[in-house]
């Protein structure tokens, strides 16, 4: 993990750890870099690089930032404005950019934001190149056999310009609506947007595949984004499906790259129930390559009980959505993703796309003519407890003889009922201490044993 680029970009609050000159950098950065390679490779041309924007009022400063660094090291910035992340990736690759960027931090409050890399094939951007415009950012960039103090500025007709691309994300809504196989006629659908990227594209989709769309949180003003809204609160969705009689509710994050599910009954559906549902649906129609559905670590106990009784093998990955792409890629993988919601259908994109997995869990639900409880059903979701523990060296308290031994004892007692994980954040000094098991107080022992050593051990930082 990079000194500013986490798992999921450079993320932190707007103009505090995450600046405007940050912005205005790392758009001279790759405005050069990607100019610089075109040059090498004979190609008389700058390069164009695409820009979406979440509705967090921090997202104009940094896109104008952005596009100011670009421009001026000669590159042109095409615009898509508010559009979801996978909007990005997906124009990305379909109309040849150089690299995309997504002003956004996701499910976090409006205060914050992030910037997301994405290389020309769609994909999240390569380590290597990120190590790049870190290096660039600390003054200590050496690229292309020397090192570079400054970099150098376009001037006259070399300057770059900036396009309005909306018509790239009006490709992308045509293309989510060119996979609706069946009509949503007579299907009573509620949609959370969560004041997000989503607000202005996922009834537009849901009309057009002919359902009846009900929409909730959909007025962002710029400091309401997830703001008690959208998959990470989902209870304003539940509520809202049993009061209007929905048949089912989808619920997106700020950039739209997570989707939850809320069936007829106002039950929710995370991440590893759609994971089920549309990974039996691949396997029963012959689809699901290797057979397998790639999760991570955070997945729960219940969903692979339902898969072992559905003959259908997993895999987990470390937590993080890059992850979980990277093993599909390598191992020809057609469906993974995390329990919070970040599912990614290989076949159709090369990223989390919450509107697309809700496309993907209508499909299911009409091609079987059930109800999404039905579907659900076969999963039942253990019990779980997470518990952080701010430590002063989490690696002396990962390694410690005492801390080892009380996970295997805890692990010893559970056996079949349940699970133990304890990792490390990677963001902050914390160790995560989570426990599944068959009952509430089952859980709560375990972990309780595991926290009271790593205290006990002196570990806690108080």
């Known amino acids: 993990m990079g000194k500013y680029f986490g798992t999921d970009g450079f993320r932190g609050e707007a103009n505090k750890t995450l600046t405007a000159d940050h912005a205005y950098q790392v758009g001279r950065f790759l405005g050069w870099y990607y100019s610089e390679l075109n040059r090498r490779k004979g190609k008389d041309a700058p390069a164009r690089i695409v820009i979406g924007k979440d509705t967090r009022r921090s997202s104009y400063m940094f896109e104008y930032s952005l596009v100011s660094g670009l421009t001026a090291s000669g590159a042109d910035a095409y615009l898509l404005h508010v559009t979801p992340t996978p909007s990005v990736a997906y124009v990305t690759k379909v109309d040849g950019f150089d690299c995309g960027i997504m002003i956004s931090a996701s499910h ?71 996979l609706g196989l069946y009509s949503f006629r007579g299907v ?53 499906v049993k009061e209007n009689g929905l048949d089912v509710g989808f619920a997106y994050d700020g950039d739209a790259d997570r989707c ?127 518990v952080n523990v701010r430590v002063k060296d989490k690696v002396l308290a990962r390694e410690d003889p005492d801390v080892k031994q009380a996970v295997a004892a805890a692990e010893a007692e559970l056996g079949e009922r349940g699970r133990i994980l304890v990792r490390e954040s990677g963001t902050e000094p914390l160790m995560r201490v989570m426990a599944e098991a068959e009952t509430e107080s089952l859980c709560r022992k375990v972990v309780e044993d595991i926290v009271r050593v790593i205290k006990e051990k002196g570990h806690e930082d108080v």
């Open 188 to 240: 009573k659908v509620g949609l959370d947007c969560a004041n997000g990227a989503s607000w202005n594209v996922a009834k537009a989709v849901f009309d057009a595949l002919g359902a009846e769309t009900y929409v909730i949180n959909a007025q962002p003003n710029g400091t309401n984004i997830n703001d008690n809204a959208g998959s990470t609160h989902i209870t304003g969705l539940q509520k809202f």
């Open 108 to 178: 976090n409050p409006y205060y914050d934001n992030g910037i997301k890399l994405i290389n020309h094939a769609g994909e999240k951007m390569d380590e290597e190149t990120i190590q790049l415009v870190e290096d660039y950012l600390d003054g200590k960039l050496e690229v292309f056999g020397q090192k570079w103090e400054t970099l150098p500025f376009a001037t006259r007709e070399a300057i770059g310009c900036t396009v309005d691309y909306v018509a790239g994300r009006n490709r992308y809504i045509g293309y989510l609506i060119s």
């Open 260 to 386: 939850l599910c809320v069936d007829e009954q106002g039950e929710l559906l995370t991440g590893d129930h759609i994971l089920y549902i549309c990974g039996r649906y691949l396997k029963e129609h012959d689809m699901l390559v290797n057979n397998t559905v790639v999760t991570t670590v955070m997945s729960n106990i219940g969903l692979y009980k339902a898969f072992d009784a559905a003959g259908i093998e997993y895999v987990k990955t470390a937590v993080g959505d890059k992850y979980v792409y990277e093993y599909m890629s390598k191992n020809g993988c057609r469906l993974g993703g995390e329990e919070s919601g970040h599912i990614i259908f290989s076949k159709y994109a090369t990223t989390g796309d919450g509107l697309l997995t809700s496309l993907k869990m209508m499909e299911v639900m009409m091609a079987k003519k059930a109800k999404m409880s039905e579907l659900a059903a076969p999963v039942t979701i253990y019990p779980q407890l997470l």
